[in-house]
């Protein structure tokens, strides 16, 4: 993959201004061994390409490498409808699912949070 195409996400427990988020109201604040993924940055040269998928792929290795229990993530709920890029920084829906996620709770708003276990049995 060109370095140019994508950054890879940076995922990590999540963060206190994360956990206080009016926006997401994440349940299971008190457990720091669920990480986030919460933005990705695909180069508009290279998006539509599967990119994003592999670099979340990754993110899940790497989070279950570092001991984490659960990787979650906070998509745009498109509704059928196109969204501009500037809405679609934290991923979309079809790409946390082709990575084994599931939602896990639906805030008030455009986002889901969406989680997969990383304990057990590997998914791919």
Not at 8 to 34: E, F, K, V, W, Y
Not at 68 to 92: H, I
Request: net charge positive; aromatic share 6%; glycine share 10%.
């Amino acid at each position: 993959m060109p370095r140019s195409a994508g950054s890879p996400p940076r995922p990590g427990p999540r963060t206190p201004r994360l956990l206080r988020s009016n926006t997401l109201r994440l349940p299971d604040q008190q457990d720091p061994a669920i990480w986030s993924t919460p933005c990705l940055f695909i180069h508009r040269d290279h998006r539509r390409t599967g990119i994003g998928t592999a670099l979340l792929g990754a993110a899940v290795d790497y989070a279950r490498a570092q001991g984490a229990t659960a990787l979650e993530g906070y998509p745009t709920v498109d509704g059928g409808r196109k969204r501009s890029s500037n809405e679609l920084f934290t991923g979309t829906v079809s790409m946390f699912l082709d990575n084994g996620f599931a939602e896990y709770a639906r805030p008030p708003g455009a986002r889901l949070v969406m989680r997969r276990e990383l304990t057990g049995r590997r998914k791919r």
